[in-house]
């Protein structure tokens, strides 16, 4: 059974920090990634990066501000979310896939999904 276990999200003020983690269980997989999702939208890709971390793949709303990492060791990802802003509020949901794809921004890719965890940007 894989799970998908989210956490460090919260509240913060515009120009804040916060950094996302997502601990998986059951097995390794070969990429993982961020998507969000605000009120009345559509979920959104933000970051993803394949098994040995030396590709990363970003939208362009998170560029220059979010850098995605990951520890195999820990099956770990994480979203290290710098200079955020009010639009960046949504609840933010860890996806894996369990083999390669180019597809890494479409959703319907993903294989596993976490349960997703609340960021707040006030301005």
């Known amino acids: 059974q894989v799970q998908l276990v989210e956490s460090g999200g919260g509240s913060v003020q515009t120009g804040g920090s916060l950094r996302l983690s997502c601990a998986a269980s059951?097995?390794?997989?070969?990429?993982m990634g961020w998507f969000r999702q605000a009120p009345g939208k559509e979920r959104d890709f933000v970051a993803a990066?394949?098994?040995?971390?030396?590709?990363?793949y970003y939208a362009d709303s998170a560029k220059g501000r979010f850098t995605i990492s990951r520890d195999n060791a820990k099956i770990t990802v994480y979203l290290q979310m710098n200079s955020l802003k009010p639009e960046d509020t949504a609840v933010y949901y860890c996806?894996?896939?369990?083999?390669?794809?180019?597809?890494?921004?479409?959703?319907?890719?993903?294989?596993?999904w976490g349960q997703g965890t609340q960021v707040t940007v006030s301005s």
């Open positions: 059951g097995r390794t997989f070969y990429t």
């Open positions: 990066i394949n098994w040995s971390g030396g590709r990363t």
């Open positions: 996806g894996v896939i369990r083999s390669w794809s180019l597809l890494v921004d479409r959703g319907h890719v993903y294989d596993y």
